[in-house]
């Protein structure tokens, strides 16, 4: 008799419930499905825009603003064909940006990206159009920015409570992607603690099993029980209906990985690879032929555009006018309580590390005592640090501190979000002993940044510090930006 091997059970094992089976089977048991779920998206939103539409009208022709510009009040009649004209675009080019699928139903923060992305979209395309298909009767151009800002708020508004909704009911069961490990090692642990971080919980990880190569190692503190070997996962992605298979360690048997992708595209299952041979910046991995040969690489980041680029700087100019105006009252009321407190200069230059390595001088208002470092040398601040003033405490708890870096900005060798520059002396060998250390300087550092937003400042670990700041580089926008400037008010954990 003939011996079969592992690799040949995987392909040619005939289940008597095929997964495809098994998985819809499993939803069926769900009160909701997950298409029922999108239906509802889509008519929600579509009921938005036309409130948003039927909003901006009212605004536009039926407050002061109606004095505003040469048009004349027009009955909603005679709107009516660019509101309903309107709604339906904006409904299009949300599901133009890929919003309407139940595979991400739960991500939301990408969903809100996507939602400011298409409603800027269509705020310019909407306006451009019927300006230039000189419709009647005439549009009116704050009539369309008013459309635009209430969309934007009652989509993201109602998205909220749609996902406070299904958070707190069942119906979250069937919209999340159930997830099988394939090997387990750091960088499955990394992806396991961002699903983690996710409050929607789009993703539910059911365990991992061994790929077969020396290589790979169970989770410390077991997260996770390991359900099989890889000769093993036809039946394991059946009886648990997974919907995704992460493969984590690519060391095992050639011919198994191979059987592996063939079972995912036949049963319709998501497989996913974790480029661990690519340690940095892994959401720049494209793929391109060169002389007709399929090659993977790293592309570029976000702000390596020229556009993206230019936007950020213009935001760092308007916010650090912004902000200096604004703050000047408060930076002279504390730089003359540090002067009655310790007599002598109340600003502190103190040299960073700049983009690219290059050093600059950070201003802030001094928080410790002129010769703080006279006998320790250059140090991290720690908790109820002696060295302090007794108004230095409050001014790092609110970033007080920090407020004269407006300037830093304003001269281009700061940002408003960015990772922290840190100080020379006190990282000159954290590029040999951190993985990826150097690779943080790509941008400009910032008075604020995804790590610190996530209690990540001061005294604490650089390693994690580090993989914030990655991760950051590697998802910059616009709307992330916003985001950690409005999170900064709210999170002071570690402000030494």
């Given amino acids: 008799m003939e011996a079969t091997t592992p690799t040949a059970n995987l392909l040619n094992h005939a289940s008597a419930v095929p997964a495809l089976e098994a998985r819809r089977a499993w939803r069926e048991q769900q009160p909701l499905s997950a298409h029922f779920w999108v239906l509802i998206t889509i008519l929600g939103d579509l009921v938005m ?47 133009w940006q890929g919003i309407y ?26 306006l451009a159009i019927t300006l230039a298909l000189k419709l009647q009767p005439g549009i009116s151009r704050a009539y369309v920015m008013l459309n635009g800002a209430t969309a934007l708020l009652l989509l993201l508004g109602w998205r909220s409570l749609l996902m406070y909704f299904l958070r707190v009911s069942d119906c979250i069961k069937v919209l999340r992607q159930r997830t099988l490990f394939v090997g387990w090692n750091n960088e499955a642990m990394a992806l396991w603690k961002t699903l983690k971080r996710d409050q929607a919980g789009a993703y539910e990880v059911l365990g991992w099993v061994h790929a077969g190569s020396p290589e790979t190692k169970s989770p410390s503190d077991g997260l996770f029980s390991c359900l099989g070997s890889l ?28 059987a592996l992708a063939n079972l995912c595209e036949r049963e319709m299952i998501q497989f996913k690879v974790i480029p661990s041979c690519f340690r940095v910046f892994v959401s720049g991995l494209t793929l391109e032929t060169i002389a007709g040969t399929p ?28 902000g200096l105006i ?19 200069p109340v600003f502190y230059r103190q040299r960073r590390w ?21 006998s320790s040398g250059a140090r991290w601040c720690v908790k109820d640090d002696p ?19 407006f300037w830093n900005v304003l001269r281009g060798e700061m940002s408003l979000v960015g990772p922290r520059p840190e100080r020379p002396e006190l990282i000159a060998a954290f590029k040999h002993e951190i993985p990826h250390y150097n690779a943080r300087h790509h941008s400009k550092p910032g008075m604020t940044g995804w790590a610190q937003v996530n209690g990540l400042r001061g ?30 008010f709210f999170k002071r954990d570690n402000a030494y």
Avoid at 77 to 86: N, P, V
Avoid at 335 to 342: F, G, N, Q, R
Wanted: hydrophobic share 50%; charged share 20%.
């Fill in 49 to 95: 825009a036309i409130l948003a539409a039927y909003s901006a009208y009212g605004l536009r022709f039926h407050t002061m603003l109606r004095d505003f510009g040469n048009f004349d009040a027009m009955t909603f009649r005679q709107y009516g064909g660019h509101m309903a004209l309107g709604s339906l675009s904006l409904v299009l080019v949300l599901g």
């Fill in 101 to 126: 699928h139940q595979n991400v139903l739960l991500r939301s923060r990408w969903i809100s990206s996507k939602i400011a992305k298409a409603v800027l979209t269509w705020t310019g395309g909407f």
């Fill in 231 to 258: 000769d093993q996962v036809e039946h394991l992605v059946i009886n648990h209906a997974v919907d995704m298979v992460v493969v984590a360690d690519l060391h095992g048997p050639r011919e198994q990985m191979i």
């Fill in 295 to 322: 090659v993977l690489g790293v592309n570029r980041l976000p702000l390596d555009d020229t556009f993206n680029f230019v936007m950020k700087r213009f935001v760092d100019i308007a916010g650090g006018v912004f």
């Fill in 326 to 344: 604004v703050s000047a009252p408060v930076i002279a009321v504390f730089s003359a309580i540090v002067w009655l407190e310790s007599r002598g």
């Fill in 354 to 374: 700049g983009v690219n390595g290059v050093p600059f001088e950070i201003i802030k208002i001094r928080s410790m005592r002129l010769d703080a470092e006279k």
């Fill in 387 to 405: 060295r302090r003033l007794k108004i230095g405490a409050f001014m790092r708890k609110w970033n007080i501190d920090e407020l004269p870096q």
């Fill in 459 to 488: 005294d604490t670990d650089l390693g994690e510090r580090i993989q914030c700041d990655l991760w950051y580089l590697e998802n910059w926008s616009l709307w992330l930006d916003l985001q950690i400037m409005l999170l900064t």
